[in-house]
């Protein structure tokens, strides 16, 4: 029973690169979650998907930022032109729909760096 | 808005000893959920417990256990018979669900180290 699944673990790209990260949930979930991490801080709430649908993005930054959850595979977050205060921790967490628990599971985390 | 507070940036414990890590938090709903999560040195996030605010009884899972003061807004984290391997950045965090959306609002978390 495979838990969520990010990659890559670690990417490094230079000012003005894209970054694309990668997160498959758990199976039986189709509910997925990003959330950032600056350096000595929380997780901070960027935005939620269903399969085929964002339903709140208000955490995202207006420009650069996008992602999407597609019918057929993972989720991706992508970040383009890439600035320095983009280094951080993106966590990717998934819930299962139907359950009121409001449980959410999360992936180890790909850790960006800008150079 | 819908915040989470934890006033202890750091803590220690020794070893098989109790510690008790400080949450509150401000809302609004009557109904809601709070959750602790664990960050040990992997930082992968570990949900450690879960406490449903219309449940007056306070959830506990093996060593962990929450103090629940609803009217008080605080949720507070016991771990009892502290180990090594709790070491770790605990952070407290709100469910926030309002138009169809679903959110953890997290604070910025307490260090605990656990000392042999």
């Known amino acids: 029973n495979a838990g969520v699944m990010q990659n890559p673990r670690h990417l490094v790209r230079r000012r003005g690169q894209e970054a694309r990260l990668r997160c498959s949930p758990m199976?039986?979930?189709?509910?997925v979650y990003w959330y950032r991490q600056l350096p000595e801080e929380g997780l901070k709430f960027m935005v939620y998907?269903?399969?085929?649908?964002?339903?709140?993005e208000s955490g995202m930054p207006k420009e650069r930022f996008s992602a999407e959850f597609p019918k057929e595979g993972p989720s991706i977050l992508r970040i383009q032109q890439v600035v320095r205060g983009d280094s951080a921790a993106y966590f990717c967490?998934?819930?299962?729909?139907?359950?009121?628990?409001?449980?959410?599971?999360f992936g180890p985390g790909t850790r960006l760096t800008v150079t | 808005a819908q915040t989470v507070t934890q006033s202890q940036p750091e803590m220690s414990v020794q070893e098989a000893e109790t510690v008790t890590l400080s949450c509150t938090y401000d809302?609004?709903?009557?109904?809601?959920?709070l959750f602790w999560y664990k960050q040990p040195p992997s930082r992968q996030m570990i949900l450690v417990i879960r406490?449903?605010?219309?449940?007056?009884q306070n959830a506990t899972e093996n060593r962990f256990s929450v103090n629940f003061q609803k009217a008080a807004k605080s949720f507070s984290l016991k771990i009892s018979d502290s180990q090594l391997g709790d070491t770790a950045m605990y952070f407290c965090?709100?469910?926030?669900?309002?138009?169809?959306?679903?959110?953890?609002?997290f604070g910025k978390g307490t260090k605990l180290t656990v000392n042999p």
């Open positions: 967490a998934s819930s299962k729909p139907g359950l009121r628990t409001y449980e959410q599971y």
């Open positions: 199976k039986g979930h189709s509910h």
């Open positions: 998907l269903q399969k085929e649908n964002i339903i709140d």
């Open positions: 809302t609004s709903e009557n109904n809601y959920y």
């Open positions: 406490q449903e605010a219309y449940k007056q």
């Open positions: 965090a709100f469910m926030l669900t309002q138009g169809g959306s679903e959110k953890l609002v």
